[in-house]
């Protein structure tokens, strides 16, 4: 029987963020991961400390954005490769009162004055956008390349067996006291990461995990656009010189992952709001993000089972929380640090477990 100190089940942004304290600190692991509907290959992977539809500064957004770039520079120097792209968030306001109450908050609002700008004319050069109003820039923004980041780390993985590309079967996990053995594996902890399809996690299913189904899209269009983040109703961003990313839909109600015509008008309509140009749509798909009911992440062991750990509830900011909490869990687990209140599994203990 093979000894390891981790399994790692999924191969998402919390997962690719947990694994690199495993990468980091030589230990033994295995992660086990069945190659479907991952919500992080199909997410922009966009990192903005600013909620813009309220112009308020996320939770903790400071620290989030600090363990991001820790994070990700890591990779970018294990792999070589670039991960990390920075550029611009542009919100288009909807009126005049919006622009006054962005200026408001930019000005006046301590803890938003670094990620605010004040000039609300930076898109005028830009012929093709509609922004009658202005639009704000949101400051320290960009996105991390999960399309490239996670292929390139599963192919590693692979490289050195430490993957196995399958369904993982909780029937055959076997809970001692002070360690874990599935199939022909035996392991000290085992890390949960595995996004909304925890609900059918035997250990964790009762926990309260939301699932939300975001549908985006690929255009493209011979529109002349800036290299940065323009949001209207929809997000878009571009991928290459004429290739773009359009998303994301909220459906709480159609847990499927099948993409749907209703889902691409709305995208194309909210894009056609903020471009005045044509576009072509290359690929349409589909995901579900685990959110949670207080919006809050899920981080910790199980009540009774203390070998086992739960990471998820990212939500849409995983690519900024992920890494500050498999920092935490981490520390938790290695070192026995506590995890904060706001973040800690234990704090759905009395309602969610038997």
Not at 124 to 149: C, F, H, M, Q, W
Request: hydrophobic share 40%; glycine share 6%; net charge neutral.
């Amino acid at each position: 029987m093979k000894q390891v100190d981790y399994i790692v089940v999924g191969l998402g942004v919390a997962a690719t963020a947990f694994i690199k304290y495993l990468l980091e600190h030589q230990h033994s692991f295995v992660v086990i991961n069945q190659d479907f509907h991952r919500a992080s290959t199909v997410a922009a992977g966009l990192y903005n400390p600013v909620v813009l539809k309220r112009f308020s500064l996320v939770w903790d957004a400071r620290q989030q954005l600090e363990k991001m770039h820790e994070l990700f520079l890591w990779y970018e120097q294990f792999f070589d490769k670039k991960f990390i792209d920075e550029m611009p968030v542009f919100r288009i306001f909807n009126d005049e009162q919006e622009q006054k109450t962005w200026h408001k908050k930019a000005t006046t609002h301590h803890e938003l004055v670094p990620f605010l700008s004040t000039d609300f004319q930076q898109l005028k050069i830009y012929n093709d956008i509609k922004d009658p109003y202005g639009s704000g820039e949101v400051l320290a923004t960009g996105r991390i390349d999960l399309r490239l980041l996670i292929p390139t780390l599963e192919q590693y993985l692979r490289q050195k067996e430490n993957l196995l590309q399958e369904k993982f079967r909780y029937e055959d996990l076997q809970i001692a006291p002070n360690s874990i053995s599935y199939q022909n594996l035996q392991a000290k902890h085992v890390i949960f990461c595995e996004g909304y399809h925890i609900l059918s996690n035997p250990y964790f299913r009762k926990l309260p995990i939301i699932g939300v189904k975001g549908e985006v899209l690929t255009i493209r269009t011979e529109a002349k656009l800036p290299k940065a983040v323009v949001k209207g109703k929809e997000f878009l961003f571009p991928l290459s010189s004429d290739e773009y990313f359009v998303g994301a839909t909220y459906d709480r109600d159609c847990l499927d992952y099948e993409v749907t015509e209703s889902a691409k008008t709305e995208l194309l309509s909210g894009i056609g709001k903020v471009v005045d140009s044509s576009f072509m749509v290359l690929h349409q798909q589909a995901s579900i993000r685990p959110t949670v009911k207080d919006r809050r992440p899920i981080i910790g062991g199980h009540p009774t089972y203390k070998n086992l750990y739960c990471f998820n509830g990212m939500g849409t900011r995983g690519t900024m929380l992920a890494p500050k909490m498999a920092e935490i869990l981490y520390l938790h687990i290695e070192k026995g640090q506590p995890i904060d209140n706001q973040s800690d599994i234990a704090r759905f203990y009395d309602e969610y477990f038997d």
